[in-house]
Structures are given as C-alpha cells and as structure tokens.
C-alpha cells in the first residue's frame, strides 16, 4: 500500500511511520476476548518503562480519548476532601487545566507565572507553605503552545517537602525528552499515543504512583466516566479498559511502542534535536523572531512571530506549504501574531531542509521580502 507522506510540523498529531499506520489494519476482534487484554497488559508496563518507573511502584492507566481527558482525570481524581489544588499558570495547557477545575467546582489555587520565563520558584515555595492543605501541585512540563520548558524536578521537590505530591502534564515531553520520575519527582505524568510514542489518536495514558491511587478509592468522586481509581481497579481486576477501548489506536501504539524501543530514548532525543536545529537554522536564516528565549525553550516547538511585512498572510503561507505535503501550525499567544513549528514525530533533519525550501518559495510566490523584518 502506497501512503502519501506528510510532514507534520503542528504539535501532534504527529508524522508517523508507515508500519503505524498499517498496524491498525487487524481482522475485527472484540475487545472483551483475552487475546486483546493480552495486549494492553505489556503495553501498560512498557508506559511505565519509558518513564523508568518499577512497575511496582507505578502503573500506566489507558483511557480512550484525546489527550486533554487526562488532564480531567487526574486533576479531578486525585484531590481528596479539604484538599486544594495548586496550579502553575503559565501558558494554555495550564490554563485548561484550571478551567477543568474550575468546571468541577474544585478549591483551587492558581499561580500566574510569565509566559515566557521559567516560573519563580520562590512564589510556588511560599504558597506551599501558606497553604499547608494543598493536596497536589500541578505543572506541564512543556507548554506546547511557547515551548516553554518548566523546571519540574525542582517544583516536584517543592511539593514533596511540603507534603504535597505533583502532577506534570507531560503529554507534549513523554516520550521524547528523557524523562526519569525518580529524578524529577514525578508521582503523575500523563501522554497521548499520537504525540511522542508516534502512535493514532484516540488513546491517552496517565503514568502514576500505585500506592496514591488506591489511597484515591476513598477521594470525591467528581466525574463517572473520567475517573482514575474506577479505570485503573478494573485493569487491575479484568486486564480491560471500564467502556469499550480504541482497538485499532491500540493495535498501531502496540507497534509504535515496538519502535520506539528500537530507536532507543537516547537516540530518539538526539534525533528530536537534530530535528531543532535544522528548524533554528532555516529560522536564522531567514531573519524569523522567536517569542522565546531559546535558554528556556524545551526545544520541541518553536513558536514564530508573524513577520512584519504587509504581504505576510499565514493561511496563504499554510495553503501553500501543505498542498507541498507540509503542515504548519497557528500560534498559542493571546494577543501575539505567530505560528509554530514542532520538532514531533517521524521526521529528520532532511524533511526539515525540504520544508524551508517550500517556505521560501511560499514567501517569495506571497511576495514576503527575503530575509524577512
Ligand atoms: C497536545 C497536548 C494535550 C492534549 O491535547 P488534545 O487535543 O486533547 O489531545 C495536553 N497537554 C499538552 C501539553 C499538549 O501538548
């Protein structure tokens, strides 16, 4: 079967490998037989894994569905009675994640940090110590829409000293930036398989500790179909998933997983970084601005500010670039023209050297001056 090759450059889904692809196409199974459950068993571990958890210690629980219904999960899950939430706000990730509590009626602390600088630890250091009855903090780890990097490891150490542990929304990270949750005191983290794993859509995981889930059977239960102690006690019990899972998303993670210890995290890092450079260089090159400092950058995303030229007109720029088989994505900035490129998924340097000889041209046929203002 012969696959039309897109290169995308949007913050997941990502490109993804022929053999994923193809990996979905299973004669029908019911998901109820053992032969599935004897699918996600290992599946869960290797979760687990790539986050260098013991598997006795943490344990990955699956959902079906996009990536966001992890950060509904977790958050609402795991706050027991008389308990406050801390979230760090810096950027649209941890914005939606206050607004789902918001939506749950939740206690909630919320800290505004900078778009675009580290957050100040001092500040998450004295709410903590304020607020002896904040239950979890929260951070994302890499705020998809800046490509802010946040210093988890340090707000989890935070955290544990104050007797509160951490929740990380990992999702654009897992699976492409190393990740130990011993090192960065991680207690949950969460992805989707059509993000670092390079798997389809439709299958999201939280990766957490054991022990505080079980302690989360007696915590308010505040959604029926999101709840993170239901689905993980009936894996526990049954090897399944509560309501009816995403068969063929789970047959290409199963094979996406396959690859992604075959590439090996290390090289699989050092070819998301590869995959930077080459987008810093064409940046460079073509005089573009970057809403970030590149110091606090995860180096995943880059996020472009639109360039000052009357001729400058993102959908055109986009029409062209993807009927050319490359996708470029809009930016996440209230108030701030920009568009991002991300370094996810099946690409290398070459894709993106292709890409910004398609940019330039889309520049020139708009008429944009070269380097550009
Ligand atoms: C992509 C992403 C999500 C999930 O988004 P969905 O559209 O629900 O898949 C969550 N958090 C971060 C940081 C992301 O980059």
Redo the contacts with the bound molecule.
């Keep these: 079967m012969d696959i039309k090759r897109n290169v995308l450059l949007n913050?997941?889904p990502s490109t993804t490998t022929d053999t994923v692809k193809l990996a979905q196409i299973v004669p029908d199974i019911c998901p109820r037989e053992k032969e599935f459950a004897d699918i996600m068993a290992p599946m869960r571990d290797d979760l687990v894994r790539i986050v260098h958890g013991d598997t006795k210690e943490y344990t990955a629980v699956l959902f079906c569905g996009?990536?966001?219904i992890c950060?509904d999960i977790a958050l609402n899950s795991l706050l027991d009675a008389g308990k406050k939430a801390l979230i760090i706000n810096n950027g649209a990730?941890s914005q939606r994640a206050c607004d789902i509590c918001s939506y749950y009626g939740m206690p909630l602390i919320e800290q505004k940090q900078p778009l675009d600088e580290k957050p100040d630890l001092q500040k998450i250091e004295d709410t903590l110590k304020e607020n002896p009855d904040i239950g979890y903090v929260y951070v994302?780890y890499?705020e998809?829409g800046t490509g802010l990097l946040n210093p988890v490891r340090e707000i989890g150490a935070l955290a544990h000293r104050y007797g509160a542990f951490l929740i990380t929304?990992t999702?654009?990270a897992y699976a492409m930036i190393p990740i130990n949750v011993y090192d960065d005191n991680i207690d949950f983290c969460m992805a989707?398989a059509q993000?670092g794993i390079m798997g389809m859509t439709g299958l999201s995981y939280i990766i957490g500790r054991r022990d505080i889930i079980e302690r989360s059977k007696s915590f308010p239960k505040r959604s029926y179909y999101c709840n993170l102690y239901m689905q993980y006690e009936y894996f526990e019990k049954t090897g399944e998933m509560h309501f009816t899972p995403p068969v063929q998303t789970i047959y290409a993670a199963r094979q996406a997983l396959k690859e992604y210890f075959e590439e090996g995290e290390d090289a699989k890092w050092a070819r998301h970084r590869r995959v930077m450079n080459a987008i810093r260089k064409g940046i460079d090159e073509l005089n573009l601005h970057e809403a970030l400092r590149r110091e606090v950058q995860s180096g995943l995303v880059a996020a472009i500010d639109y360039p000052e030229d009357p001729n400058w007109d993102f959908a055109k720029i986009h029409d062209y670039c993807y009927e050319r088989g490359f996708t470029i994505y809009p930016g996440k900035i209230d108030g701030r023209g920009g568009f991002r490129l991300c370094a996810l998924g099946a690409i290398d340097e070459q894709d993106i050297v292709d890409f910004w000889k398609v940019f330039k041209e889309a520049l020139e046929s708009a008429g944009v001056k070269v380097p550009v203002r």
């Design positions: 913050p997941g996009s990536g966001t950060i990730y994302t890499h998809t929304d999702t654009s989707s993000k």
